[in-house]
């Protein structure tokens, strides 16, 4: 299994957090959607069992929706490791237990 670091930004200040020096910068990258595609496309050549997303804080990614989605359309379950809000719950829980 990879884990994807879909985005580099996080909110929270974790002391334990081995990207901390990283997180004071105030540039932030995230993958784009096409490198995302391309992600699930290797996942599938080299055959995964499924993609487990990570960051920074995964779901601020500017577009952590449609990531669950083109990941779970290809037929991966996920994991996301990542702080979980009203919004973001939404977009997982449908695939817990699937």
Not at 2 to 11: E, R, W
Not at 12 to 25: G, H, I, N, T, W
């Amino acid at each position: 299994m990879l884990q994807i670091m879909l985005t580099d930004y996080c909110n929270q200040a974790c002391p334990y957090c081995f990207a901390k020096e990283k997180l004071k910068s105030s540039a932030t990258t995230e993958l784009s959607l096409s490198d995302v595609d391309y992600l699930i496309d290797l996942h599938r050549e080299w055959g995964l069992p499924h993609m487990s997303l990570a960051g920074g804080e995964p779901t601020l990614h500017s577009h952590f929706e449609d990531v669950v989605t083109r990941i779970e359309a290809a037929g991966f379950p996920s994991c996301v490791s990542g702080w979980p809000t009203p919004s973001t719950t939404t977009t997982v829980r449908p695939s817990i237990g699937s």
